[in-house]
């Protein structure tokens, strides 16, 4: 009987395993809901406070906070807001910068209702589609101008890997919903900016 218990424990242990990524992936998505949620909260919030869709450099929320920069038009200076736990907060001591602060305006600003939720709804899921990401937290989501080699408008979720324990990010054009790969991108640029110091020196 003892060999027999023994021999059932991998079996177990399986079991165990699985029954805790089917929780884990539960979550998640319990989580990416509540982040749509407030995305629909801040979206009219903005709205309310800003009119019926205002110009964007920068958009970005997580399930329980959003901050924006936002324009009066597409070439107005920026208004830094932030709307926390469902309420207007003050913007001191916080930041919210563009990744390229020269960008031509007719290319880097957006209108909110460029960020849809259907969007959104066909993106989660398919960074989920493969198994081994069922169970990723997604933490922070921007929509912001992404310079060269891209020079457009972006979608980036910060992604909390529960199986890699690390922090990685997924980005999409704005505009086509077309994967972009931001980490080759900013390797290359960087591997560029060495060679051209190298030969400068």
């Known amino acids: 009987v003892a060999l ?7 079996l177990a242990h399986a079991v165990e395993a699985q029954d805790t990524r089917a929780i884990q992936a539960r979550e998640a998505q ?3 809901d509540r982040t749509l949620a407030y995305l629909a909260r801040f979206r009219a919030a903005l709205v309310e406070k800003f009119g019926a869709d205002p110009w964007l450099s920068m958009l970005t929320w997580t399930e329980n906070e959003g901050s924006a920069l936002v324009h009066a038009s597409p070439t107005a200076p920026a208004t830094h807001v932030i709307w926390q736990e469902g309420k207007w907060i003050s913007t001191d001591g916080h930041q919210l910068k563009p990744w390229a602060t020269a960008a031509d305006p ?18 989660f899921p398919a960074h989920r589609a493969q198994p081994s990401r069922a169970t990723d937290f997604l933490m922070s989501t921007s929509v912001r101008y992404f310079g060269k080699p891209f020079d457009r408008v972006i979608l980036e979720i910060q992604v909390g890997s529960m199986t890699g324990f690390g922090i990685s990010a997924v980005a999409f054009d704005l505009a ?3 994967s972009l790969d931001v980490n080759a991108a900013i390797a290359d640029a960087r591997t560029q900016r060495a060679e051209a110091a190298r030969k400068d020196a």
Do not use: I, M, Q
Request: charged share 30%; net charge positive.
């Open 106 to 123: 007719a290319v880097s600003r957006f209108r909110l209702s460029a960020v849809t939720e259907k969007f959104l709804r066909e993106r």
């Open 176 to 178: 086509t919903g077309a």
């Open 30 to 32: 319990r989580a990416d």
């Open 4 to 10: 027999a218990a023994l021999a059932l424990l991998p």
